[in-house]
């Protein structure tokens, strides 16, 4: 009796090392990942010259809000973001629409030819004509310099009518289909009466991957789109962030080096404002992307 | 009915090689049999086809039309004939990019930054899902893991700029706090030695947490009691993560690592392309980098597009492999 | 979920109505073009005699206003009479929409700011995709009085068929076309030194800037030689070429970069990256590389982080541009360092421009239906009234005359809004960025090349400049430029590669010769014989 007693206590305090070793892990994990962000985050409220020096290193230093006030006073920031949400909400719309267009049918088993389509789907992930031929066709089409250009070229995920059709293949029993079929329910009802909410869950996940992407997204923007009127968000970001600036030495009446401090400093706070709305909308959605994921990955 | 006609269509379709003797009129009628038994199949699904249209003609226009495209790698292109007008010039390209010094470069970088990436990055999403599982309050673990997201809904172009900013050889923190500790600095985003670790290792910070869902909701799968069966046996917690939850997830784990596998030569393009600079190229210059290189800002269309065909056709050859090795191992496959 | 039908309804019509767009956007150029027969006139203003439109496209520069509301341009239309619908690219990423549109034969009427290397303009001129501008020379007086008067001129813009294809940016201030290296006369005075007229004292000079903190803050925080090389790995040596006797005749480059080739004393093309004195200049590069003495972020930055550097106080040795006006305040700390002599005793300043400034700055398309129009509308900017509006905008606006002089006014120079000089002037005058037609004189010129600093940096170095109708402008033949281009590109990024890392130290000089040798495997005589055939042509 004594003896099992004292094996246990000898257990849980060699439990209770290891729950510090995992609690240490833990910790360290999340400072890791986060902190990039916060120092981010300081920074850009920070004065420019206490970063340059680097005396920056988490909290702010010589706290001002300069940065953003340039930001905002910024056209091009403001244009980018107006364009990325329109570019975001409509895309995200379109792709789904012509996501679920593929996965409903293809989750049907009576579909004929299922797999014949399903590798027709399959096959453009993996070979594809070239940047040249898909231009001149987004040409002919007169999508060159349009918003459509970058909601349509390329932005349809193949995974995700794999993961959306996984979905409903587990989630929607084929008692189900020939119960509607038994009252008489056509398939494209079925779709909206019945597998649309049942889906409801990778929808939201869909929502979030597609709409993650138009906003990251930047190389149809560079491709397609002419008019910097219509820029999105990400490209002005490019200029900004990395410092691509023309080299432009080869005319000109002269530059002030003043704009480049201004630069350096609003890069941390140009960081903040673009990508604010993405990590402000994931947490809310977590439950089910995570679910989205799981299929996504297994089950393909 | 269908059944019995099917076994005559698999009768039939196992005679083909010694020519089965039919004669004319019973073909035409196993033939129209066939075609309408698939025009009544065709009907039944009439509603999901017109619910395909969408879909199809997406995918046509946006990915099959331009693949007639695909031509111009053997071809001299001129804009003015067109891609279809344009002169044959056989494997000219190909050849042309098979004999270049850079061609094992080219290869090198593609597959050395692919594997290191996949060799290092794969194992921290199973850790941080082990470590994650242990945290005992709920609450705390749903905190947890959403930072732990986090990262992954940061842009490319942001996090370069991220990189730009910590790393950067005059004021970077990372450099600033390298000349504090007396250590010289070291530029980082121009050194071509360190560019695939900065890669992979930025990777990591953005991904690892995104990445460890699936094996948080394979941990999530255990079952509860053989836990509490390890524990009144006695077994520690270390002992029962090493024997419990990490056989749990090892299938996930290796279909996941083959699946990895698969995409070692399709190297994403955007990253690279922002990270890249005169110095690094030695290490950073991958095919897509340079397809896009040599089409776009060479306008050498011809021979890009025959190394992206090449990219192609490699590609699919691996995915094929690893398709067919993943269907051996647990048998799951993409298709 | 009756929201979720809702939104799945309207995405199906968005759908709908963006299959519909497709058809009614399509992009016809000067669709009004049917009637063609407008009377364009020789010369006199407007061109046109009814009122026609053109399809353009240009590389806007970031300080300059869109086009489309340029004043500048809307002064050109009501002189004119010809409007111009602009499709405005940002620089940043214009040539992959330029080539894109050349690759798919989607072309505007005209092209400004084209920035085509020859080869370039070769290509799409065998392509038929640009007009040769010589059929129209006669709507083309200024130009034809300039090619006429001046027989570099006309060398440096006619290609190897005889024709010409593009305008040039023609250039006859020695301010804008010679390239400066400047020493910190600051430090050098705070450490009661001389300016180091070999490379040798360079050296030393250096070395002295590194250890005896000329800047005086305490801190060993002074890099003594800053290139700024980003993209442009050979900036690292380029103005010092001279030193070591190579582009002392001109460096040999078809398409406005760096191709490793210069032309030797007896006229032959020769490749600079294997020659033994190149070597020696590399070990001098990595000398100051493994002493600390180059700024290790050179290959890296760009030259707004180097005049970041130079406004602090840090920077002791540095080669770019025409003037010092990009260092800012700090400007008046430099001065031209006096050209050096090298180990060899070669002494010269090679980076100069050629008069033909740049070529392929404006073509004029196979799909324009008024190509005499276009040609007159374009030869406006080479007339001293043309390269006025083109530079200095609108007088009364932007400039004044005073005495017979072209004069900036107060509100460019020192904006009352903050903006910099480029800034203020791009919005009147459409120079900013270059790449223009245009014929730069002392006279029409009023940026930093006339500044007081810049001629006296120009005095220093005069008589050791390459003269600058010396500098070739080769033009190679489209099979010449087939050629090359399957291998040019990867013996040059074999070359500056390997450079580069002999000079970091990340190879041993020690592989010198495997590096020349593998040099040599690949078609480098081949390279060298088709510049020298270009050569032979331009100079005959």
Same mark, same amino acid.
């Given at each position: ?262 630069? *350096? ?36 | ?335 | ?83 111009? *619908? ?204 493994? *002493? ?224 020349? *040798? ?23």
């Amino acid at each position: 009796m004594t003896a099992v007693k004292k094996r246990r206590t000898s257990i849980s305090a060699g439990d209770r090392a290891f729950d510090v070793v995992l609690a240490v892990l833990t910790i360290l994990s999340v400072l890791v990942i986060l902190y990039p962000l916060v120092f981010v985050a300081s920074a850009s409220v920070s004065d420019p010259m206490e970063i340059f020096q680097g005396n920056v290193w988490l909290w702010p230093k010589g706290f001002n809000l300069d940065a953003y006030k340039q930001v905002f006073r910024n056209d091009d920031i403001f244009t980018g973001y107006k364009n990325t949400l329109l570019y975001t909400v409509v895309g995200t719309v379109v792709t789904i629409v012509i996501t679920f267009s593929a996965a409903y049918p293809l989750s049907r088993k009576k579909l004929y030819g299922r797999n014949k389509l399903m590798s027709f789907f399959l096959f453009t992930m993996f070979f594809s004509g070239g940047m040249i031929p898909t231009y001149l066709i987004v040409r002919q089409l007169g999508l060159y310099n349009t918003m459509w250009a970058v909601i349509l070229v390329g932005t349809v995920s193949v995974y995700n009518i794999i993961v959306a059709r996984t979905f409903m293949q587990n989630t929607i029993p084929e008692e189900l289909y020939e119960a509607a079929a038994m009252d008489g329910c056509g398939d494209i009802r079925v779709f909206f009466r019945v597998v649309l909410p049942l889906s409801a869950p990778i929808l939201a996940v869909l929502v979030l991957f597609y709409g993650v992407n138009f906003w990251n997204s930047y190389f149809n923007g560079l491709i397609y789109l002419s008019d910097r009127a219509s820029y999105p968000l990400q490209l002005f970001l490019r200029e900004i962030l990395l410092n691509n600036m023309a080299d432009s030495m080869i005319d000109t009446a002269g530059i002030d080096i003043s704009q480049y401090m201004v630069s *350096e400093s609003i890069k941390y706070a140009v960081i903040i404002v673009s990508s604010v709305p993405m990590l402000v909308l994931y947490p809310f959605l977590q439950k089910f992307f995570v679910k989205g994921v799981m299929i996504g990955a297994v089950k393909g | 009915m269908v059944k019995m006609l099917n076994g005559a269509v698999g009768f039939f379709k196992k005679q083909k090689d010694p020519k089965p003797i039919m004669s004319r009129e019973e073909k035409r009628a196993v033939n129209a049999l066939k075609r309408r038994r698939i025009r009544t199949k065709l009907n039944q699904s009439k509603g999901l086809y017109v619910f395909l249209i969408p879909a199809i003609l997406y995918f046509l226009v946006f990915c099959y039309l331009p693949m007639y495209g695909v031509q111009i790698a053997f071809k001299y292109y001129s804009p003015i004939e067109g891609i279809w007008g344009s002169q044959w010039t056989g494997m000219k390209n190909l050849n042309r990019f098979f004999d270049s010094y850079y061609f094992w470069r080219l290869i090198r970088n593609t597959v050395g930054l692919s594997l290191y990436n996949l060799i290092v990055s794969f194992p921290f999403p199973i850790l941080l899902a082990l470590i994650f599982n242990e945290v005992q309050s709920p609450k705390m673990k749903k905190v947890v893991q959403t930072i732990s997201y986090a990262p992954h809904f940061i842009s490319v172009v942001v996090l370069v700029g991220i990189l730009n900013l910590f790393f950067n050889q005059g004021n970077g923190l990372i450099n600033v706090l390298l000349a504090k500790m007396g250590f010289e600095k070291f530029g980082f985003l121009t050194s071509a030695a360190a560019f695939p670790s900065m890669y992979v290792w930025s990777g990591v910070w953005q991904n690892a947490g995104w990445n460890s869902i699936i094996y948080i909701a394979a941990l999530a799968s255990i079952d509860p009691q053989l836990h509490e069966a390890a524990q009144i046996d006695g077994a520690s917690r270390l002992q029962r993560i090493l024997h419990i939850n990490l056989p749990g997830i090892l299938p996930t784990a290796i279909i996941m690592f083959i699946l990895d596998i698969g995409q070692v030569m399709n190297m994403g393009f955007e990253k690279v392309f922002l990270m890249q600079n005169a110095q690094n190229t030695e290490t950073s210059q991958v095919i897509s980098t340079f397809v896009y290189e040599a089409g776009l800002i060479n306008s050498d269309y011809g021979f890009s597009t025959a190394i992206g065909l090449f990219n192609n056709v490699i590609n699919i050859i691996l995915l094929l492999v690893v398709n067919k090795l993943a269907k051996k191992i647990s048998g799951t496959s993409l298709f | 979920m009756k929201k979720l039908l809702t939104m799945f309804l309207a995405a199906i019509m968005l759908l709908g109505t963006m299959a519909g767009c497709g058809d009614t956007a399509s992009s016809g150029a000067s669709a009004q073009a049917q009637d063609t027969s407008v009377n364009v006139s020789q010369d006199g203003m407007p061109i046109v005699d009814e009122p026609i439109t053109l399809h353009g496209l240009v590389a806007l520069n970031a300080n300059v206003t869109d086009w489309n509301e340029h004043p500048a341009l809307k002064r050109m239309e009501e002189l004119t009479g010809i409007h111009i *619908e602009w499709e405005c690219v940002p620089d940043e990423g214009f040539t992959e929409k330029r080539n894109l549109l050349f690759a798919s034969n989607t072309l505007p009427d005209i092209i400004v700011r084209a920035k085509l290397s020859p080869q370039e303009e070769m290509k799409y001129a065998a392509n038929g995709q640009i007009i040769a501008l010589d059929d129209y020379f006669d709507y083309a007086p200024n130009l034809k009085a300039l090619i006429d008067s001046d027989e570099a001129i006309r060398k440096g813009i006619t290609m190897p068929d005889g024709h010409v294809y593009s305008c040039p940016q023609l250039n006859k201030t020695e301010g804008n076309l010679i390239h400066h290296y400047w020493i910190n006369k600051t430090w050098l005075d705070n450490l009661g030194l001389e300016e180091p007229t070999t490379i040798d004292e360079l050296y030393d000079v250096l070395i002295a800037f590194r250890d005896q903190d000329p800047n005086g803050n305490g801190q060993k925080d002074e890099i003594p030689y800053c290139v700024v090389g980003k993209d442009y790995p050979h900036r690292m040596f380029y103005d010092l070429l001279g030193s070591w006797g190579f582009g002392v005749n001109g460096i040999v480059n078809s398409d406005y970069s760096f191709s490793w080739l210069d032309i030797d004393d007896n006229g032959k093309v020769r490749f600079i990256g294997r020659e033994e004195k190149f070597k020696n200049m590399v070990e001098f590069l990595n000398k100051l590389w493994e *002493e600390g003495l180059t700024d290790k972020e050179s290959y890296s930055q760009d030259q707004t982080q180097v005049a970041a550097k130079v406004n602090a106080d840090q920077v002791g040795f540095v080669a770019r541009a025409q003037n010092t006006q990009w260092m800012g305040a700090a400007a008046e700390n430099y001065v031209q360092c006096p050209v050096l002599e090298g180990p060899y005793g070669d002494r010269a300043l090679i980076d100069v421009e050629s008069n033909v400034q740049m070529t392929g700055v404006a073509v004029i398309t196979s799909a324009n239906k008024y190509p005499e129009a276009t040609m007159r509308w374009l030869d406006y900017f080479y007339s001293e009234e043309g390269t006025v509006l083109c530079r200095l905008g609108i007088e009364g606006e932007s400039y004044e005359v005073v005495d017979g002089k072209y004069q900036l006014l107060d509100n460019i120079t020192n904006n009352p809004d903050g903006l910099t000089l480029d800034q203020a002037l791009g919005q009147w005058a459409i120079y900013p960025g270059g790449y223009l037609p245009q014929y730069v004189t002392d006279e029409v010129d009023q940026s930093a090349a006339q500044l007081p600093e810049t001629k006296a940096a120009n005095d220093v170095v005069r008589d050791y400049v390459v003269p600058f109708e010396k500098v070739p402008r080769v033009k190679l033949t489209e099979e010449e430029s087939i050629k090359l281009g399957t291998y040019a590109q990867d013996i040059v990024n074999y070359a500056t590669e390997n450079v580069v890392q002999f000079i970091t130290g990340e190879k041993s000089l020690d592989e010198w010769d495997a590096y020349v *040798e593998e040099l040599n495997n690949m078609p480098v005589e081949d390279y060298i014989q088709i510049n020298q055939d270009a050569y032979d042509r331009w100079l005959a």
